[in-house]
């Protein structure tokens, strides 16, 4: 086990965890709350660096979980112009306005939410976010060839509706809004077809109607109040998701002030608080790209907290609803790590359906980093995960210690490293 953490270390994170939650509450991304959540972690970074920047960066905080409501909205439209083409009245174009409107959703669905992708954003209104970003430089003023990042995200979510009243039935939920976004575009696509080439497709039809009395209403329900709204920061504290991740990213900072030996040479060190990860990483991707071409000078490893509860440590391999693949030589070094410091660990993919961390916008860039979690699923997840009920009392001092042991003895990795 790493000596160099102890219980207190893992104690004073927590304690930011409370502290944030009692001073400020929740803080969706854009909202007034977000930013004095940032201001917080602001305070306590400059007790334990050597300095602390602001970077602002402008935003759509709505469009990520946004598309839900629109998509539902722009289905109802759909349908009208399928049932449109039915009349003899320009068939055709109703037809093509049907089928591409349903694509439009299907295009919504796959590529702003499945793939973080800036699809819709020009739709929405925006924001501006924050971005914390502590340092600590190689001492005697050494030539720097290394970046090392520790990061956690401040902002939390908007409450799933379905999550919290419905629980494991938010699953269904969620696969009834994509049957029924798939169902649409198929139906539209095959009616497009009948209606060019003047054949028959009244099977096509009878299903369809079967499916605006069915499947399609649910759907309509279930996207239109998917999530709450952002009022006033809306309701969830987010002391897992991911406070415990931002109050590990400053306690590593603090272990590291108070053991400058363990400092990597010619690496700097940064503490990277993000905003606007329930937007999609939209505060990371920020980051990335004002810092891409340093950051590739200086070879950085991005090593992320997100939702640390439990004991056991789960190391990522993958992210972006395992779209992206880690570095497998950082998820062994990781890896090592857990195991040098005796601490509980498992090595999973990410799992689909999770979105993403802010560990992808680097992945995507070519850039080497990675994400640890520690939330138990399902059980965990279902009883506080995005929700009301994520509050400090989820957050266990064991996996606050846990997760700290890791990255400590991960940059100790580089100090080896340098020695062989």
């Not at 090392?148 to 902002?155: A, E, P």
């Not at 991740?245 to 108070?258: D, E, I, W, Y």
Request: charge should be neutral; charged fraction near 20%; proline fraction near 5%.
């Amino acid at each position: 086990m790493c000596s160099l953490v102890t219980r207190e270390d893992a104690e004073y994170a927590h304690s930011i965890i409370k502290r944030i939650c009692a001073e400020v509450g929740p803080g969706c991304p854009g909202s007034p709350q977000e930013q004095a959540r940032a201001m917080i972690v602001k305070n306590e970074l400059e007790k334990v660096t050597d300095n602390v920047t602001i970077e602002n960066f402008s935003f759509a905080p709505n469009a990520f979980l946004g598309w839900f409501k629109l998509g539902m909205i722009l289905l109802i439209i759909s349908v009208i112009f399928f049932y449109l083409s039915l009349l003899d009245i320009a068939p055709l174009v109703f037809a093509i306005l049907a089928c591409s409107v349903a694509t439009f959703i299907f295009l919504m669905m796959e590529l702003e939410f499945l793939r973080s992708r800036e699809f819709i954003d020009w739709l929405y209104k925006k924001y501006e976010s924050t971005n914390v970003v502590g340092t600590i430089r190689p001492k005697e003023r050494e030539e720097i060839k290394r970046i090392l990042i520790y990061s956690g995200h401040h902002d939390s979510s908007l409450q799933f509706t379905w999550f919290r009243y419905l629980k494991s039935g938010c699953y269904l939920a969620i696969g009834i809004i994509v049957i029924a976004v798939i169902l649409l575009l198929v139906s539209t696509a095959i009616r497009l077809l009948s209606v060019a080439l003047s054949i028959s497709d009244e099977w096509n039809v009878s299903f369809f109607t079967v499916l605006t009395w069915t499947i399609f209403p649910a759907g309509i329900v279930f996207g239109i109040f998917f999530t709450e709204r952002g009022k006033n920061g809306g309701r969830v504290p987010g002391a897992v998701d991911n406070l415990s991740g931002v109050s590990l990213a400053v306690a590593v900072a603090r272990v590291l002030k108070a053991n400058p030996g363990i400092h990597p040479p010619q690496t700097e060190v940064r503490f990277i608080s993000f905003g606007a990860e329930e937007a999609s990483v939209r505060g990371s991707r920020a980051y990335v790209r004002q810092h891409l071409t340093e950051l590739k000078y200086h070879d950085v490893v991005c090593l992320n907290f997100e939702s640390i509860a439990h004991p056991e440590i789960t190391i990522y391999k993958s992210d972006l609803n395992n779209s992206l693949k880690f570095d497998p030589a950082i998820v062994t070094a990781v890896a090592e790590a857990a195991i040098q410091a005796k601490v509980p660990h498992n090595i999973k993919p990410f799992p689909f359906g999770g979105a993403a961390t802010d560990a992808a916008p680097f992945v995507k860039a070519d850039l080497k980093a990675i994400s640890l979690c520690a939330l138990k699923f399902p059980h965990q997840m279902l009883a506080f995960y995005h929700q009301e009920f994520d509050t400090p009392d989820k957050v266990e001092i064991d996996a606050l210690q846990n997760a700290l042991q890791i990255a400590i003895e991960f940059m100790r990795g580089f100090n080896r490293e340098d020695k062989t």
